[in-house]
């Protein structure tokens, strides 16, 4: 299984907009933050898969670190709803977990990251977006390669 790098959205681009619904039922567009805070958009495969569960869970963790008046962390999946929504209150994640799975994976697509070979879902990709919505720093990982959220941190205090 792998991801095609010349079809992924690269850094220096101007990160696709989109609009996906996250676990409370609510509607997260990623151009709302824009002119407002940084963000970082991290697709992974599945909720309550190991390596997935392992790094939602750090970032839970971090999020202070992370997130606050000037970022913000957004996870995204294949998974419906329902299932973030359980997923999240289960592991105490608070954090916008937000699914793309109508149409399926259309933003995983739209960043290069879908893999439609292993059962249409998302592959281990991260992307952090400064406040005017260009890609400043990215990794893409197959799908049994965890991430370093330390690279997150670093990547974010390299923003102005």
Known sequence: MSVDAATSVEV?????????????GQQVTLSQFRGAKNVVVMFYPAAFTGICTSELCTLRDRTPELEGDDTVVLGVSCDRVPSLKIFAT???????????FWPHGAVAQEYGVFLPEAGGKATRATFVIDREGVVRW????????????????????DLP
């Open 12 to 24: 220096g681009q101007l990160a696709p907009d989109f609009s996906l619904v996250n676990q409370y």
């Open 90 to 100: 289960q592991e105490g994640i608070d954090y916008s977990l937000l699914s793309d």
């Open 138 to 157: 990215a990794i893409i990982n197959g799908p049994g390669e965890p991430r370093d959220p330390g690279d997150y941190r670093a990547a974010l205090a």
